[in-house]
């Protein structure tokens, strides 16, 4: 069964600090894999592709086909990367796009 | 292009009502999504459908729920009768079918269902 794990529902750390939000799936085949980030009161919003091997915001995201995870990481977070994270996994030869449950990020001052 | 439009953005019912809630999609794009976010479960897809076809409605909870896609422009997902637990923010989300290619999100809507 198509499964994406994210076990963390809230993460809290202080400004600065380094920040792994984690994400495992458990797909058949080759899956496209996403973060999208939900800022307080705004629509969802993609936020970086595992395909485009970007860093967006500091943002960056590795593909770990072994392990099957995909975690987003930030060296030094800051308090405008407060949101909601959702990690989601798109299989290449369907439409469907499933998320994790999410992880809350807050960050301190 | 304003994006996906969501109406309403808020909709308080009583309990055994009927809710429509209704979705624009972004012009062009062939797939649409219907989620729904609560703080328990996180975002759950309900249905998508590709051409104006609904492809997989295995994520709608009950009977109860029910989504129609007349045209390449409009979505409707309702919900009849209502319940409490019904009550949750609800995602119109569209995309272009294909590889690499991202989901763009409505506002949502915000149904309380007292």
């Known amino acids: 069964a198509q499964r994406v794990t994210q076990p963390e529902k809230l993460l809290s750390v202080f400004k600065g600090a380094p920040v792994e939000l984690k994400c495992n799936y458990s797909?058949?085949?080759?899956?496209?894999l996403f973060w999208y980030v939900q800022y307080s009161r705004q629509r969802l919003q993609l936020l970086l592709r595992?395909?485009s091997r970007e860093s967006i915001k500091g943002f960056t995201a590795d593909l770990n086909k072994g392990e099957t995870s995909f975690h987003l990481k930030k060296p030094f977070a800051q308090e405008e990367d407060s949101a909601m994270y959702y990690c989601?996994?798109?299989?290449?030869?369907?439409?469907?796009?499933?998320f994790g449950t999410g992880t809350r990020l807050q960050v301190f001052p | 292009d304003a994006g996906v439009i969501q109406s309403p953005r808020h909709e308080v019912t009583e309990m055994g009502q009927e809710v429509t809630l209704r979705c624009k999609p972004i012009?062009?794009?062939?797939?649409l999504f219907w989620y729904r976010q609560t703080m328990m479960r996180g975002l759950e897809l309900l249905i998508y459908?590709?051409?104006?076809?609904?492809?997989?409605d295995s994520g709608m909870p009950e009977d109860r729920f029910s989504a129609k896609m007349p045209n390449a422009s409009f979505s409707t997902l309702k919900i009849q009768p209502s319940e409490p637990r019904d009550s949750a923010v609800y995602f119109c989300?569209?995309?272009?079918?294909?590889?690499?290619?991202?989901?763009?999100f409505g506002q949502g809507t915000r149904l309380t269902v007292v």
């Open positions: 989300a569209s995309r272009l079918q294909g590889s690499n290619t991202e989901a763009f």
């Open positions: 797909y058949s085949g080759s899956p496209e």
């Open positions: 595992h395909i």
């Open positions: 989601a996994p798109l299989l290449y030869n369907t439409d469907k796009l499933i």
């Open positions: 012009s062009g794009h062939n797939s």
């Open positions: 459908f590709n051409n104006n076809v609904p492809i997989d």
